[in-house]
């Protein structure tokens, strides 16, 4: 098992590519990992294992069946983690767009279903080409996909103004700033953005939390604080209502994607 893939995570994995060399022996070409363990931020409490899955032909009924056999077992068997799979056809790498042909089987919240997008978009490629871990197959570096760092750039452009945004205007995700995950998610999402403008690279949301108290205004320290905090599940809150919190919040929201959108697409000079 490859060093970098957590401990306590290695025997779910050498689980399940056993079962599927053992069920669906010509099935898989490639096996690779990306998201927060791909990022090196793997967290125990909250933190998935994100997998793509290659295979060398499309999925049967007769495989869909062998592949919820063996999604119940690896989940009876490690209850505690939550796996999610992809499994995709060559030609489907690199894609942001739903493919032409048949949606493809996907593991996701403990079940398998057929899709025709999730979590298909410039930030999971750039994830697996620059940092993804290889299991089974081709080496991730070598797989033939590219991630143009303008479309990456493009791509958190869209996300950053089309999903970001409303939590400064839509009243359903303000309110969400009151309670603990709303904070965590929202100042650490909008963080990993402004990292990738400045850095044009991905990290994690602990990691862009990290990045941010070295290079923004001492005034927003104490609610990257908090956020981390709540990510990390360390420590006591440092507001003393959830209301100022969420007042902070909503401030530096609109302040990020303010920045965020001035910031140049070019790469800073180093």
């Given at each position: 098992?490859?060093?970098?893939?957590?401990?306590?995570?290695?025997?779910?994995?050498?689980?399940?590519?056993?079962?599927?060399?053992?069920?669906?022996?010509?099935?898989?070409?490639?096996?690779?990992?990306?998201?927060?363990?791909?990022l090196d931020a793997f967290n125990p409490r909250s933190s998935d294992?994100?997998?793509?899955?290659?295979?060398?032909?499309?999925?049967?009924?007769t495989d869909l069946v062998q592949l919820r056999h063996v999604h119940?077992?690896?989940?009876?068997?490690?209850?505690?983690?939550?796996?999610?799979?992809?499994?995709?056809?060559?030609?489907?790498?690199?894609?942001?767009?739903?493919?032409?042909?048949?949606?493809?089987?996907?593991?996701?919240?403990?079940?398998?279903?057929?899709?025709?997008?999730?979590?298909?978009?410039?930030?999971?490629?750039?994830?697996?080409?620059?940092?993804?871990?290889?299991?089974?197959?081709?080496?991730?570096?070598?797989?033939?996909?590219?991630?143009?760092?303008?479309?990456?750039?493009?791509?958190?452009?869209g996300n950053l103004n089309a999903y970001w945004a409303t939590y400064?205007?839509?009243?359903?995700?303000?309110?969400?700033?009151?309670?603990?995950?709303?904070?965590?998610?929202?100042?650490?999402?909008?963080?990993?953005?402004?990292?990738?403008?400045?850095?044009?690279?991905?990290?994690?949301?602990?990691?862009?939390?990290?990045?941010?108290?070295?290079?923004?205004?001492?005034?927003?320290?104490?609610?990257?604080?908090?956020?981390?905090?709540?990510?990390?599940?360390?420590?006591?809150?440092?507001?003393?209502?959830?209301?100022?919190?969420?007042?902070?919040?909503?401030?530096?929201?609109?302040?990020?994607?303010?920045?965020?959108?001035?910031?140049?697409?070019?790469?800073?000079?180093?």
């Amino acid at each position: 098992m490859n060093s970098r893939v957590p401990t306590i995570i290695q025997p779910l994995l050498t689980d399940y590519l056993a079962q599927v060399g053992a069920h669906l022996p010509t099935l898989l070409d490639g096996f690779y990992i990306h998201g927060s363990i791909a990022l090196d931020a793997f967290n125990p409490r909250s933190s998935d294992t994100d997998c793509i899955a290659i295979l060398n032909r499309p999925a049967t009924e007769t495989d869909l069946v062998q592949l919820r056999h063996v999604h119940q077992a690896i989940a009876e068997n490690f209850p505690h983690w939550l796996l999610e799979v992809s499994y995709l056809q060559p030609a489907d790498l690199g894609r942001t767009q739903p493919p032409a042909s048949a949606p493809y089987p996907l593991y996701h919240d403990g079940k398998l279903e057929l899709s025709s997008d999730f979590d298909q978009n410039a930030v999971t490629w750039w994830v697996l080409k620059h940092h993804g871990i290889t299991l089974k197959g081709t080496p991730v570096g070598e797989l033939g996909f590219d991630v143009p760092l303008d479309m990456l750039i493009l791509w958190m452009r869209g996300n950053l103004n089309a999903y970001w945004a409303t939590y400064t205007y839509k009243p359903a995700r303000m309110l969400g700033l009151l309670s603990d995950f709303g904070i965590q998610w929202a100042v650490l999402g909008v963080l990993r953005q402004y990292y990738t403008f400045m850095e044009h690279d991905i990290t994690s949301k602990t990691g862009a939390g990290a990045y941010a108290l070295t290079q923004l205004p001492q005034y927003w320290h104490r609610l990257i604080h908090e956020a981390i905090n709540i990510r990390e599940e360390s420590g006591v809150s440092i507001y003393k209502t959830k209301v100022g919190r969420a007042i902070d919040a909503l401030q530096f929201m609109r302040y990020i994607i303010q920045l965020c959108n001035t910031l140049p697409d070019e790469p800073k000079d180093r």
